[in-house]
């Protein structure tokens, strides 16, 4: 049985991972902060801004290292360093969540995997500088998964757009800009079937189609059926449509693990019909 370990496993998308993977492996999370994860065996407490992770990669001898890290902080840097370094001694698969900010420079076109990189954000340059480090690894020992908007249940952007419709509060909703979005509940379905099948390379994970960003809101609150009107500040990012969009083209997966964005949106309103195509 493999043994996984998820760096970042207290995150949104790390606690999912760790809840699709643990009835399949042997899976063990880090956590930062979240005391709640402190009686909880499987988890053990990493800071990246202040621990190294050798003694805790030493304990668990992990066969696959999922990096779900969140931050900007050259410590997250430091700390891929070391986790790379040990994948590549110790013959560990490395897979690491990236982001489609990777792209944010490019304004025309949706992206595809082997595209090269340029970003004019600090989020998306530190992201590109760790691809970098990743894809100097040797050949199928490493897996970079880029993930556009990431919605769905519980997620915080979800979260953050029910306080806002609560609250009376303006929403930034950004009418020039065209996107594709991801749901946790998808994406590590995805990552699963990844790891079954040591597959490795960049994949481009999120819905098979593209929709302006205020139209999926405007989809998404109509759903939620708030009795407010909900208020928004409309953010025009250029004169033009703007893509943040990264699709698949060299590294497809099976047809029963791609998703539309009204998927997406069933799984924000709790529907129990996915909506896959």
Known sequence: MKRILIVGGSGFIGRALYKELHPYFDVYATYCTQERYAKNKRYFEYDFREDAPTELLKYIKPDVIISALRGEDEGQFVAHDMLIAYAAKKQTRMIFLSAANVFDSFRHYPSYEHDKTFSESAYGKGKIKIENKLMRMPHFSWTIARLPMVFGAGAPRLLEL????????????????????????????QLHYIINRDLWGIFHLGSSDLIHHDEFIAQLVAGLKFSKKPCYTHVYASNIDRYIAVLPKYNTLPKHLRYTYEAVLQNCLGINTPGKG
């Open 162 to 189: 029910k306080t806002a419709l609560a609250n009376q509060t303006p929403y930034e909703i950004f009418p020039n800009s065209v996107i594709n979005v991801a749901a946790a509940y998808f994406v590590t379905q």
